[in-house]
């Protein structure tokens, strides 16, 4: 993987596309409540980078998450590396593992660039993982 091996010199220099997926349908809050952003987290957690076994969520890819009171969930993310061959897929198959969860409506999610991500990003769980401690 590219970020073991100094991978992200050129990280920034080549603006990158955003790249959004979509997924989900409305729902009524008067009659489904609305998920929590643990349930989100633990939905964010079924999700692996192919390429390391460890969930994007404890890898530090996910920025940030904002829940609608409709139930609609924003996510901005990024990966370890801008030439990830998965960036194209990544960002769909968290929002399909998010739209899945009930309570949660449209689920949008954002691939970004800024900040780039960094090793210092992934949690504890993760760097002892992959023997990064």
Same mark, same amino acid.
Do not use: H
């Given at each position: 993987?590219?970020?073991?091996?100094?991978?992200?010199?050129?990280?920034?220099?080549v603006?990158?596309?955003?790249?959004?997926?979509m997924?989900?349908?409305?729902?009524?809050?008067?009659?489904?409540?609305?998920?929590?952003?643990?349930?989100?987290?633990?939905?964010?957690?079924?999700? !692996?980078?192919?390429?390391?076994?460890?969930?994007? !969520?404890e890898?530090?890819?996910? !920025?940030?998450?904002?829940?609608?009171?409709?139930?609609?969930?924003?996510?901005?993310?990024?990966?370890?590396?801008?030439?990830?061959?998965?960036?194209?897929?990544m960002?769909?198959?968290?929002?399909?593992?998010?739209?899945?969860v009930?309570?949660?409506?449209?689920?949008?999610?954002?691939?970004?660039?800024?900040?780039?991500?960094?090793?210092?990003?992934?949690?504890?769980?993760?760097?002892?993982?992959?023997?990064m401690?």
């Amino acid at each position: 993987m590219d970020f073991f091996n100094g991978g992200f010199s050129g990280f920034g220099t080549v603006p990158q596309p955003e790249f959004t997926a979509m997924a989900g349908a409305p729902i009524d809050p008067a009659t489904t409540p609305v998920a929590s952003e643990a349930d989100v987290v633990a939905a964010l957690e079924t999700v !692996y980078d192919p390429e390391i076994p460890v969930n994007l !969520y404890e890898l530090g890819l996910i !920025y940030d998450i904002t829940i609608a009171k409709d139930g609609a969930v924003d996510i901005e993310m990024s990966l370890t590396a801008p030439g990830c061959p998965v960036a194209g897929e990544m960002p769909g198959q968290v929002a399909e593992a998010v739209a899945a969860v009930p309570g949660i409506g449209e689920v949008s999610v954002r691939l970004v660039w800024d900040p780039p991500w960094t090793p210092e990003r992934m949690s504890e769980d993760a760097r002892l993982a992959l023997g990064m401690f």
